[in-house]
């Protein structure tokens, strides 16, 4: 139910048993230098495999590549990365961010760090159109339902 939902459950961990318990240790066995999860990986020993205890963290990514860059969404994402609309928000290296789109575009070589990057430029480029510009509308709002609206001279916004 959880992942259908696009939400990531951990519950074993939740019990309030094993919350108290953790509360109790030491910080040294909590954390060991950069390696996670250290006591955990220790009682994990006793139970399973060397190769399962002792493997690197392989967290779960979107798949952000192709949800920017497929046929169906190029175009939108075409729209928020263009240069000038880059030049115009003044958050980012328009070449830089030229470079990255050309390589996005081009190629599905591209890595976790890059397309990170890309979410955060798509992100605040949408934030900045959305709210900022007030490029876009929004149709599907319906008029009586009450909006709270910050008076702009006293949030700082009156410029």
Do not use: C
Not at 46 to 57: D, N, V, Y
Not at 84 to 112: C, G, W, Y
Not at 123 to 140: D, E, G, I, M, Y
């Amino acid at each position: 139910m959880a992942m259908a939902n696009s939400v990531e459950g951990r519950y074993p961990f939740l019990d309030y048993r094993m919350v108290e318990f953790a509360n109790k240790l030491p910080s040294n066995y909590k954390l060991r230098g950069l390696q996670e999860k250290w006591i955990l990986r220790q009682f994990a020993k006793k139970l399973l495999p060397k190769e399962i205890w002792q493997r690197r963290k392989k967290p779960y990514r979107a798949p952000i590549h192709q949800s920017f860059f497929s046929p169906t969404t190029s175009a939108y994402t075409n729209e928020l990365l263009n240069i000038e609309n880059i030049k115009n928000a003044n958050f980012f290296s328009p070449m830089a961010v030229s470079k990255l789109v050309n390589k996005a575009s081009r190629t599905d070589q591209i890595s976790e760090i890059e397309e990170m990057a890309l979410v955060g430029i798509i992100s605040t480029q949408l934030v900045h159109s959305q709210f900022t510009q007030r490029k876009h509308s929004f149709p599907n709002l319906n008029p009586n339902v009450p909006i709270k609206v910050i008076n702009r001279t006293l949030a700082g916004l009156n410029s």
